[in-house]
């Protein structure tokens, strides 16, 4: 059974950074997806960006792309999100999740962590 915690969330001004943890544990199931999705109070989850752990080949959403990070250290088992230019409409709860082959489609992921809110002030 594969657990995930993240954490890193908080509050941040427009325009600033923050960086996501996410610690994985368990057996993943070799070479799948790592992802970070985020739902904002009346919004469906969407996905933010993924990483295929078969290469390390990132996937990003359209609008984060050049300002987040995705990122993992296996020694830790982590998994990050660097968020840059941080802007209002990217407050929200974080999610990482695993076990996907298509890594931006959150319906393949098998498990999920509990979320970090993050809040994004003007």
């Known amino acids: 059974q594969v657990q995930l915690m993240e954490s890193g969330g908080g509050s941040v001004q427009t325009g600033g950074s923050l960086r996501l943890s996410c610690v994985v544990s368990g057996n993943t199931g070799g070479r799948t997806c790592l992802g970070w999705f985020r739902q904002a109070p009346g919004r469906e989850r969407e996905a933010v960006a993924g990483l295929y752990t078969g290469g390390d080949i990132t996937e990003y959403a359209d609008s984060v792309k050049d300002r987040f990070i995705i990122s993992r250290d296996n020694a830790d088992n982590t998994v990050y999100l660097q968020m840059n230019s941080l802007q209002p409409e990217g407050a929200a709860v974080y999610y990482c999740?695993?076990?996907?082959?298509?890594?931006?489609?959150?319906?393949?992921?098998?498990?999920w962590g509990h979320g970090t809110q993050v809040t994004v002030s003007a």
């Open positions: 999740a695993s076990g996907a082959l298509r890594c931006l489609a959150d319906s393949g992921y098998t498990s």
